[in-house]
């Protein structure tokens, strides 16, 4: 079966007050749009069709990557005038699925019970009973609980009002009944527009079976049209989020405290996670890695055993088994700490190596390094990496020391097992075993008398 999905994604989003396109607004760090291209990608033979409109070019530009054909809507003239916009790309044998661009959480559970409904002689649509239907398309029944027509709000007489079964928008159905159907669509209604849900009493006058199916939460097929709505979605999500990490073993001190704007390639066992922690990106977490509060975690890769402080910064790092971060560290792109490495308060690592064991515990910069094992840099260290115009490496051999405030103007390289006193500014590579600094002598002056205070 060759599946058809066509998101329509054409409306403007007057209420979102935003100059951009509703749809590229954003879930858990996704568009909308592409929330609903990543379900319908889980769909087995599946082509994907994009209805785009107003402001629609960013829309395209923005989502290029997309495997998806896109087709312009210029005018929005109704969701029945937008599907008619990709009738030639409708085959007779398609199975076709509408979807909205604007509703982000369906679940690819409520398409397979779409899909499965849809045969020659039936049409499948997602229903969903609200308590306050105002505003949506109502199903109407017979007194046999067969599906009749849609009637919009607009158009519904004040017994239809009544009815709290209303439209989602998404439905299936066989191409060649769509094709026919929406050939024949006028817009003799209440808005004037080309309506999609008028294809239920061509189907039923047809003697095409109108088939119904819910989805399990009515979160999943409601739309975005204010940020208020964004906002609730997200949090919808997270929860979900959040769900899914606890049924995989992993404590969340909070639930509704944790963000997750991505996804996980792997998740140990006994992973620990304190409130305000988000995640972006692909994260790997290995096991009985312990997360502390307020820290975010980038595409990175973090390793067994490790423990990472309250109000740290992991961003496409990789951190070895049994290393320990934080508080209050940074790890940018290309720190790669290798096992047992500590990294403490305050410190900043960028495109740096640093091998097993070594320590950095306060208040250094390390760019741009190569740091071997069982190193210790002392507190207040900088890798002067930048002339201004160019950068250039430092290296570090096991075993070195590196004491307090020490400035490293690189090129440079502090020989295996080195000693720096604190306070040097080390601008030539170091020997390897000797102990090198460069500092003033310290003086006394003796009998020195401090000023007094003039009397005036
Ligand atoms: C539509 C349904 C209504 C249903 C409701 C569910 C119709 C006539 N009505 O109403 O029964 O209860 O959705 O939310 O279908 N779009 C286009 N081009 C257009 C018009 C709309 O691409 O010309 C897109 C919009 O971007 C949106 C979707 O279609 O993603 C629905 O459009 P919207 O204007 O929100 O339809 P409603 O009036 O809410
Ligand atoms: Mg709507």
Redesign the pocket.
Known sequence: MTVKTII????QGTRMRSVLPKVLHKVANRSLLEHVYDTSKQIDDNEIII?Y?HGGELVKETLSELEAKWVE?KE????G??VLQVDNLIGNEDTILIL???VPLLSKRSIDSLLAKVTAQSMALLTVVLENPVG??RIVRDAANKVLK?V?QKDATEQEQLIDE????ILAVKGEQLKSWISRLDNSNAQQ?F???DVIEMAVNDGIDVKTSQPESVDEVL?VNNRKQLSHLERVYQAEQADKLMEQGITLLDPARVDCRGSFDSLGQDISVDINVIFEGNNTLGNNVKIGANTIIINSKIADNVEILANCIIDNAVVGAGSRIGPFARLRPQAELAEQVHVGNFVEIKKSTVAQGSKINHLSYIGDATIGSNVNIGAGTITCNYDGVNKFRTVIEDGAFIGSDTQLIAPVTVGKNATIGAGSTITKSTPDEQLTLTRSKQMTIHGWQRPVKKEQ
């Open positions: 329509l994604a054409a409306g209805v409109g809507q929005q003239l109704g969701t005038h937008a909205y661009g604007d949506y398309g849609i919009e209303v439209n989602t928008g527009e309506y999609l849900t739309g």
